[in-house]
């Protein structure tokens, strides 16, 4: 039913030629070229680090190190000064055998942050299609209403030149003329309106998709993973909602950190050795040390803390308390905002049907007026009345079909299901 409204009031309104820029290619610039997304996405790359950091600490290390020096002596048995030059040099390396859960646990907490990092950059990307639609949609309407009042000036015009013959021939009055010329003033004004906010939307389209428009295609179908129902728009928000699922998410890493700080009372083992040599020169002679090394096990037991370790512990458990609020403070949000958008689209179909219908009444109606005022039967007032109440059952159409168009838009959004297809 959407899609048949939408269409007849498109039809009704305007026509865009078949070179019009459509709300794929909108969604399709933006999604490429979108500064804000491309940070975000940046944000997310330097994040899915994390785990590897974490894991880090579970790892093979090793190090080197070296020194050099000069050591100046006394006197050999020529009476000379004497002089050596030293270097010493090793490596060093760590293996962590047992780390008492505290790896696991921050890796865990890790790959918590980086799902719930992915789905804020699933909402961030859905936020600025969403805006995208909005810049369209207003974009739209505005040029939609340049033509309106193009076309409403051409048909009084028109109006005008046959009330002055008429005048002339003694078949009508200049009031007739006066109010005819009052009336197309009155709607120039509204065109300059119209053109400036156009020129805003442009703006602010240009801003958010990265390019300038050019003439938009009024004609487009309703989303197909549009919910069916409230029942089903509420069912997808609770399992798909990306702000949810991010509040989920971070939930989880919450309850990792908790693990994560009662490990710290456990011992940890590790695998250590090294290797070192030195060598002295002097009197041109090089003299090597006795090289040197060591491999063994390193025990770490925590005894006493300060209390340390188990402050951390209690810091964590509030802070997952709080992030288990603030999923269940989503979950809510997550319906609301479906309700919302669902409330909103409802309303905005139901406003398109009844203008299709008022538009089509106001064309005949004007039409009938029109070939009535030919033989004399309805004065100018009917015209100008018959005249203005077309213009704004067209702009009434266009506004419902902006207002229908916005309303999928957030519907999706609020269901998780804004993404660069979601227009196709």
Do not use: C, H
């Amino acid at each position: 039913m959407t899609k048949r409204w939408l269409l007849m009031g498109a039809a009704l309104v305007s026509a865009a030629p078949a070179s019009a820029e459509t709300l794929r290619d909108a969604i399709a610039a933006a999604w490429d070229g979108n500064p804000e997304l491309a940070a975000a996405r940046a944000r997310q790359e330097g994040l899915a680090e994390t785990p590897d950091q974490a894991r880090a600490a579970g790892r093979l290390t090793a190090n080197a190190t070296g020194s050099a020096g000069y050591d100046r002596l006394g006197y050999d048995s020529a009476g000379n000064r004497g002089g050596a030059s030293s270097g010493v040099g090793s490596v060093s390396a760590d293996l962590p055998i047992w780390t008492g859960g505290r790896v696991r646990s921050a890796v865990r907490a890790a790959n918590g942050d980086v799902e719930a990092g992915g789905e804020a950059l699933r909402d961030i990307e859905a936020d600025v299609l969403e805006r995208v639609v909005g810049a369209y949609a207003d974009l739209l309407y505005t040029q939609q209403s340049v033509e309106v009042a193009r076309v409403g000036i051409e048909r009084l015009d028109r109006q005008v030149t046959e009330a002055r013959s008429r005048y002339g021939l003694g078949q009508a009055t200049r009031t007739d003329v006066a109010q005819l010329e009052a009336q197309r003033a009155s709607v120039v004004s509204n065109l300059i309106d119209a053109e400036g906010a156009a020129a805003t939307a442009a703006a602010t389209y240009r801003a958010v998709v990265g390019r300038d428009a050019g003439t938009l295609e009024p004609d487009i179908a309703p989303p197909v993973s549009l919910p069916r129902s409230l029942a089903d728009a509420r069912t997808a928000a609770e399992a798909s909602n990306p702000l949810l699922l991010a509040q989920r998410r971070r939930v989880e890493a919450a309850t990792a950190r908790i693990d994560q700080a009662r490990a710290e009372r456990a011992p940890a083992i590790d695998l250590t050795g090294g290797y070192g040599r030195g060598v002295q020169a002097s009197g041109g002679r090089w003299t090597g040390f006795d090289s040197a090394a060591n491999a063994g096990l390193s025990l770490r037991i925590p005894l006493l803390t300060g209390g340390l370790v188990a402050s951390r512990v209690r810091q964590a458990e509030a802070m997952q308390r709080a992030e288990r609020f603030d999923a269940e403070t989503a979950a809510r949000n997550a319906v609301r905002s479906a309700d919302t958008a669902w409330a909103a689209l409802t309303a905005a179909e139901g406003r398109l049907k009844a203008g299709v219908e008022g538009l089509r009444a106001a064309d005949l109606a004007l039409k009938g007026v029109r070939a009535e005022y030919g033989f004399g039967l309805r004065s100018t007032i009917d015209i100008l009345v018959a005249d203005q109440s077309y213009r704004a059952a067209q702009l009434t159409v266009a506004r419902a079909r902006v207002d229908v168009l916005t309303a999928q838009a957030a519907l999706l959004r609020a269901t998780g299901r804004m993404g660069r297809g979601a227009f196709d």
